[in-house]
């Protein structure tokens, strides 16, 4: 496979790199001495990089370079739990996950020689809050803004697989990384004996490992059988009180200060309801059916490797 940019043939095409999945995905794919090149709104620094810009009615600028990837996997939006889900953020999640994917997918589209597969993420968010009832591709979305915003954001990807690309909705569970995401957020507490469960506790939460995301995708990738919607979550999802105690059992440390729903709702209002303390119990029936082999199923597996 060609290492140089330009209008080479072969490699991946990926957005959202500098994020937490984007990062591990590219030193994934690095190891595999991939090319790797990086899509980007500003002005490209290398060879490595080309330049987009998804809000705009001709988003590719340089069409010649987006010919021939063997894959796109495109990861770009606001995150979700960043901020109080106030009107403009709302907007800002809509805006730059829907409208990006519409863009690059009508754009992989056109291409006389298209990517044979996309990659593009979702979330396990899709399902709402669902209680004890076990979940898996073929369950219907839920409620919500968040549900509804993944069941479009999934939608707007249509003219790719309308063109004949193959396109896969990573259905993100809470991914589980030392240096970014959710778990990077609670070390800190529970490291001080602080932590505790989030309300109460009995919502199931589907989580998956860095690690086995990256193989995951990878697996997605060179399986011609893997389309549609994908689970990416551990077959074995828990409860937020046994999360809080499996972490707090390995740090060593109490987690007796659990936080009460009122005030997760005072402080960050609808998102609490959606993100922090909807129960979404998802299996993922999609990859045990292709043999996908998690390396890091079970929690502690997953968090002792983490922890390290």
Known sequence: MNSDGGNTTGGYLLSGASGMIGAALRAGLSQHQARVIQLVRRTPVSNQEVQWNPASTSPIFSPQSFQGFDAAIHLSGANVAAHRWTPAYRREMAVSRVNST????????????PP????????????????DEILDESSLPGRGFLADLCALWETVARPASAA??????????????????????MLPLFRLGLGGKLGSGRQWMSWISVDDLVAAALFAIASPTLEGAVNFVSPHPVTNAEFTRTLAGLLHRPAIFPAPSFALRLAFGKMADEALLASARVLPRKLLGAAFQFSQPTLPEALTVTLK
């Open 102 to 113: 519409r863009a690059l997918a009508t754009a992989l589209a056109s291409l006389d020689s």
């Open 116 to 131: 044979r597969v996309l990659l593009v993420a979702s979330a396990v968010g899709i399902y709402g809050d669902r209680g």
């Open 164 to 185: 004949g690309i193959r396109v896969v909705h990573m259905r993100f569970g809470v991914v589980l990384s030392p240096g970014a995401g959710a778990l990077a957020r």
